[in-house]
């Protein structure tokens, strides 16, 4: 399978990624602007998500663990000049984490804002991770951000209104729910799926895509095995698919694997960085599938 790698460019103040242009914000003082990292915009789903952006759409991605769903949304930040915001719900996450807070001091009580309206007041653009862990009250929380109303009410607090900055953006990630191997994971509520005007599933990336951001990013600059290496990687996910092992084997996964065997032999690194996270049956699985190509 090919894949087109698209061409990214700046130019008088706007980002440009295939069809697709975000204006550069202008604010250069932002900490949470995201440093730069290895990206390489394979398919369409950074420009997708560039499309959203410049209409002020929220973006739900759905894709395997390791596919590069908060690394596609933290380069386009960096590209853009964006503050990234990142939350993890993890069942746990209450609101008041999330919006905000009333506490206590000798003075009195006074209001500590969550991350939530944080982002908002501050125009950067927050990506809620594992969305569909989230509690009913945090997806009732943001019905009112994704409506066209686009607000939050403080009604624990004073009652105030938060409208979003202009620059703020949402995003949601999310694994796929339907084979149920990520643990506390559940199908998202239609009513707050059906608020994200964009949702993009991600895939793999092709062998060839794949070996180049392995490489890049693992510092291993041995191609023949690298290729290897991905091979594995394709088998593995087969293995997945057709029920032979019940794991994941992702770029992320790959990527610590590589990096570790630019200094010991494979099976060795294999064993620190992919048999120890998956268990005894899988493990013996993908040894085998490891013994086939190396």
């Known amino acids: 399978m090919s894949i087109g790698i698209l061409s990214e460019t700046i130019e008088n103040g706007t980002y440009r990624v295939g069809r697709s242009a975000v204006p550069i914000n202008p604010n250069k003082d932002n900490p949470f602007v995201p440093g730069p990292q290895f990206y390489l915009p394979a398919g369409n789903t950074l420009e997708r998500i560039a499309w959203a952006v410049s209409q002020n759409l929220p973006v739900l991605l759905i894709g395997e663990t390791g596919v590069g769903k908060t690394l596609s949304v933290r380069h386009l930040a960096h590209v853009t000049g964006n503050g990234f915001r990142r939350v993890n719900l993890n069942g ?20 500590v804002n969550g991350i939530l309206i944080e982002a908002m007041e501050a125009g950067d653009w927050l990506l809620i ?12 929380c ?3 951000l994704l409506d066209d109303d686009r607000m939050i009410v403080l009604s624990e607090y004073d009652g105030r209104i938060v409208r979003p900055h202009p620059d703020f953006r949402l995003f949601a990630s999310m694994n796929p729910h339907e084979d149920r191997r990520y643990g ?19 895939d793999y ?5 794949e070996i180049e951001v392995v490489m890049r990013r693992s510092g ?4 023949q095995l690298i290729e290897r290496m991905v091979r594995v990687a394709q088998d593995a996910r ?10 994941t084997f992702s770029t992320r996964r790959l990527i610590d694997w590589a990096r570790m065997a630019a200094h010991f032999d494979p099976m060795e690194a294999a ?3 992919v048999f120890s996270k998956v268990n005894p049956f899988d493990a013996k699985v993908l040894e085998d599938i490891l013994d086939n190509h190396f």
């Open 238 to 247: 087969e293995a997945m698919r057709n029920e032979k092992v019940f794991c």
């Open 142 to 144: 943001l019905h009112s």
């Open 92 to 111: 746990m996450t209450t609101v008041d984490e999330f919006v905000g807070k009333l506490m206590i001091n000798e003075g009195g009580t006074y209001w």
């Open 205 to 209: 990336l092709p062998a060839e895509a």
């Open 220 to 223: 291993n600059e041995d191609r």
């Open 271 to 273: 064993a620190s960085t």
């Open 129 to 140: 991770d594992e969305i569909n862990a989230c509690l009913p009250e945090i997806a009732f």
């Open 184 to 202: 506390g994971t559940k199908p998202l509520n239609e009513a707050l799926l059906d608020r994200f005007p964009v949702t993009i599933r991600m």
